[in-house]
């Protein structure tokens, strides 16, 4: 790894890397998994712990940004939090360090199904220095592990059409996310042109591979709703 570098990092799968990456990010779940499972029974020090969580995302947040306008790297090309993955990182900051409750629900979707691809085919669109490849892998990996810690730490839980509630919201911030992307010559939700990562979802030019995006979407979600659905259906009825 360079120290700074303006291109676009893709790692293959099982290659070093990679598999440093996702120890990253497994040593980051074995963290939370020890503090949650410490203060689970002291809602008042859980409290705690979740702000200080969220603000330690806020500050990771403010110290990526920062770097890229001190080094000359930002822009608004590349730079917007306007991927699903972005916003699903400002979601967990909503959630974690404001306790804004309706923030669970996009981030429960958006998060566990886009960092879980963004893991498995990684591209570091910041640049392959060594703080934005822990940047990376910390924040993707995070927006994974914060939903799955507000449904086991906290007993959260999505409903029986949540699903399709956020796959709407999806397709309708496609619009206007187009509209900014032709405005500012950028790629936002990989709208105008495919990431470069090789996947078998993404298929065909434009616009027949976003087609397969929204397929993909319904099927992840669909999936996703299937296997918590014991607890979905637990939880039905209950205040959130």
Known sequence: MTVFQVEHAVYAMFSTPWLVGIAITAAYALVIYFFSKKYRNDDRSLNRFERIWGGLLVALFLVKHVQLLVIGDWSVTENLELH????????SILLLAFGVRWAFYPLFFWGIVGGFHSLLTPELTGGDSTFMYLEYF?????VIIIPLYYVFVRQRMVGQWTWIKILTLNVAMMFPIYAINTLIDANYMFLIEPPKVENILIQGPWPYYIFGFIGAGLVHY?????LFWKRIKANDGKPS
Do not use: A, K
């Open 222 to 226: 669909l999936v996703l709703t299937g």
């Open 138 to 142: 910390i924040s993707h990996g995070g």
């Open 84 to 91: 699903l993955c972005g916003m699903s990182r400002l979601m």
